[in-house]
């Protein structure tokens, strides 16, 4: 069964460095998500992006966030200068073709500011 | 009052007993229900989807919503310890957007014992 893959499973960086997080979408995919979730709390949408923009996006993710579709098989989330709030969980989904069917989510990817 | 509400438990249950997991939701935009399934470390699995109110049955699991009391359930019957897992609601509005991002709930943490 397809699935979603993301890399690395664990990210360990210094506070101010910059850091991106991969993923490769199920490949018929059209419609692309990050989640985060912090330690303990619930899991907490980030942006979502389909035909090489940003359709929508959440309070969290502010000018230090950006994402990429540089090919047609990843899909990045950069962290320009990361903060020690930013130490969570992040997941990439996708779905498709239409926006309203079931995301399918990777294993995330941990993400550990020291 | 928040979008998604969920017990975060923990739940404890016999091996075979039938577990019944809530969430309630407060935007009546919301048309799009799911129950995913996670274990520590992983990303969310997708357990069950519907978009309409009332039963849906997938082997020993059965997804009931009602959209009238904003109110979705996921019932497991004969729990195996294998079931012991985090199990979160997630919920897709029909809105001006139309992106399809998620809200989750906070998930509840279910515990079979042999």
């Known amino acids: 069964e397809p699935e979603v893959t993301q890399t690395p499973s664990h990210q360990v960086t210094q506070m101010g460095q910059e850091v991106i997080l991969r993923c490769v979408p199920i490949?018929?995919?059209?419609?692309f998500y990050w989640y985060r979730q912090i330690l303990g709390q619930k899991v907490e949408f980030l942006v979502s992006?389909?035909?090489?923009?940003?359709?929508?996006k959440s309070e969290i993710f502010d000018d230090q966030f950006s994402v990429e579709r540089p090919d047609g098989s990843n899909f990045t989330l950069k962290i320009r200068s990361t903060k020690l709030e930013d130490s969570a969980m992040y997941f990439c989904?996708?779905?498709?073709?239409?926006?309203?069917?079931?995301?399918?989510f990777g294993d995330g990817t941990r993400l550990s500011i020291l | 009052q928040k979008e998604v509400e969920q017990d975060p438990g923990p739940l404890s249950v016999p091996e075979g007993a039938i577990v019944s997991l809530n969430c309630t939701y407060s935007?009546?935009?919301?048309?799009?229900f799911m129950w995913y399934r996670q274990y520590s470390r992983k990303g969310p699995e997708l357990l069950m989807y519907?978009?309409?109110?009332g039963n849906k049955e997938d082997g020993r699991f059965t997804a009931q919503v009602d959209k009238s009391s904003k109110y979705i359930s996921l019932f497991i019957r004969d729990s195996q310890p294998s079931d012991s897992a985090t199990y979160l609601c997630?919920?897709?509005?029909?809105?001006?957007?139309?992106?399809?991002?998620?809200?989750f709930g906070q998930g509840t943490t279910l515990q079979v014992k042999p």
């Open positions: 989904a996708s779905t498709g073709p239409q926006f309203n069917q079931p995301q399918h």
């Open positions: 992006f389909y035909n090489n923009e940003i359709s929508e």
């Open positions: 519907t978009y309409s109110s």
């Open positions: 935007n009546s935009a919301f048309q799009y």
């Open positions: 997630a919920m897709s509005a029909i809105d001006s957007s139309n992106t399809g991002k998620l809200i």
């Open positions: 490949s018929n995919h059209l419609y």
